[in-house]
């Protein structure tokens, strides 16, 4: 896991293809922006201190005990990391903590 607690931090994905990362999100207020690549994911209605989940992969939003799905609040491409080095940028977070699910063909 790699994790982040500013804007602007480079992550590396070793993998040679694209990787769909699992980010536990820690809002720092009502809604969290993260961008990487140039597209730009947003979560609306968070709160701050409250811990949520965005699964690249399965395309879902959860909260913090995985009990309530919050897809719906969501808009625009879910995050994924380029082979090599990406620059994670946006607002609304305190810590993002990314679990990269590298991936090689």
């Known amino acids: 896991n790699v994790t982040i607690t500013s804007s602007g931090s480079t992550v590396r994905n070793n993998g040679d ?5 699992m980010w536990k999100v820690t809002p ?8 990487v690549g140039g597209s730009t994911f947003t ?7 409250t811990v949520i989940w965005i699964d690249s992969d399965t395309m879902e939003v959860w909260n913090a005990a ?5 897809t719906k609040d969501s808009t625009g ?3 994924v990391l380029a082979a090599g080095n990406n620059t994670v940028t946006g607002s609304g ?11 090689y063909i």
Do not use: D, N, Q
């Open 17 to 21: 293809v694209a990787c769909r990362p």
């Open 28 to 35: 720092s207020g009502t809604s969290v922006t993260i961008t």
């Open 43 to 49: 979560v609306t209605g968070t709160t701050s201190g």
């Open 66 to 70: 995985k009990t309530a799905l919050l």
């Open 77 to 79: 491409a879910f995050p």
């Open 93 to 103: 977070w305190s810590k993002l903590v990314i679990s990269k699910r590298e991936r």
